[in-house]
């Protein structure tokens, strides 16, 4: 995103990756590496940053606006961050956020978040992780083209708030898949996804970005 936009949005946007490595140089081989150097990067070390700003797993973000207020928190996969900053950037407000993350007054406004048996959820995320394991990472066609792509994955992501209103703990369970690169790569790649997820046979939705 900086480097497709650094020049237009200057100053008015900073990136900032926290790392959670052991070491500091664990840090400055991986940004090498990744040729993340327009990203301002910190090491964790031993702050208590994930346990302030309630970090459960990684990747996380936190979306700051340009006024200094929080307004999203969770998986990126689970946001076009990109349209959220020139959303940001004109002054609007995020839409699509539920949980406390946007307004305080904000209602369920059709987002996916719904009543869910959360045991039921948790077999389907192991679901989903071993059969990922054993067939989608070991998929030899798969791998023959993932490396043409900018950007290959695919993630189940569950978010769970509770609504004081109803009293009631809802969750959104999706699939959100993003596939950028060449078209042949992306279509092997899609259609490869595709067979592994009918064969998960998630309650999970599916979203794509390609």
Same mark, same amino acid.
């Given at each position: 995103?900086?480097?497709?936009?650094?020049?237009?949005?200057?100053?008015?946007?900073?990136?900032?990756?926290?790392?959670?490595?052991?070491?500091?140089? =664990?840090?400055?081989?991986?940004?090498?590496?990744?040729?993340? /150097?327009?990203?301002?990067?910190?090491?964790?070390?031993?702050?208590?940053?994930?346990?302030? @700003?309630?970090?459960?797993?990684?990747?996380?973000?936190?979306?700051?606006?340009?006024?200094?207020?929080? &307004? @999203?928190?969770?998986?990126?996969?689970?946001?076009?961050? /990109?349209?959220?900053?020139?959303?940001?950037?004109?002054?609007?407000?995020?839409? $699509?956020?539920?949980?406390?993350?946007?307004?305080?007054? #904000?209602?369920?406004?059709?987002? $996916?978040?719904?009543?869910?048996?959360?045991?039921? &959820?948790?077999? #389907?995320?192991?679901?989903?992780?071993?059969?990922?394991?054993?067939?989608?990472?070991?998929?030899?066609?798969?791998?023959?083209?993932?490396?043409?792509?900018?950007?290959?994955?695919?993630?189940?992501?569950?978010?769970?708030?509770?609504?004081?209103?109803?009293?009631?703990?809802?969750?959104?369970? /999706?699939?959100?898949?993003?596939?950028?690169?060449?078209?042949?790569?992306?279509?092997? =790649?899609?259609?490869?996804?595709?067979?592994?997820?009918?064969? &998960?046979?998630?309650?999970?939705?599916?979203?794509?970005?390609?």
């Amino acid at each position: 995103m900086l480097t497709h936009h650094g020049s237009r949005w200057g100053d008015k946007v900073r990136i900032i990756g926290i790392s959670i490595d052991q070491t500091a140089e =664990a840090v400055v081989k991986h940004v090498k590496a990744k040729k993340w /150097e327009k990203v301002d990067h910190f090491h964790r070390a031993g702050s208590s940053a994930d346990e302030d @700003y309630g970090v459960k797993g990684v990747p996380h973000v936190v979306l700051i606006d340009t006024h200094g207020k929080i &307004v @999203y928190i969770g998986h990126p996969a689970s946001r076009d961050l /990109e349209k959220d900053i020139e959303t940001l950037l004109k002054g609007d407000t995020l839409k $699509g956020i539920s949980g406390g993350a946007g307004d305080d007054d #904000e209602e369920d406004d059709g987002t $996916g978040y719904t009543e869910r048996d959360l045991d039921s &959820v948790g077999n #389907e995320m192991l679901t989903f992780k071993d059969l990922a394991h054993t067939k989608l990472q070991k998929d030899g066609t798969l791998k023959g083209f993932t490396p043409q792509l900018m950007r290959d994955f695919t993630v189940l992501v569950r978010e769970s708030i509770y609504d004081t209103t109803k009293e009631k703990i809802l969750t959104k369970f /999706e699939n959100i898949n993003v596939l950028v690169g060449p078209q042949v790569a992306v279509d092997k =790649a899609k259609a490869a996804i595709e067979s592994f997820l009918a064969e &998960v046979k998630g309650s999970f939705t599916t979203s794509w970005r390609v």
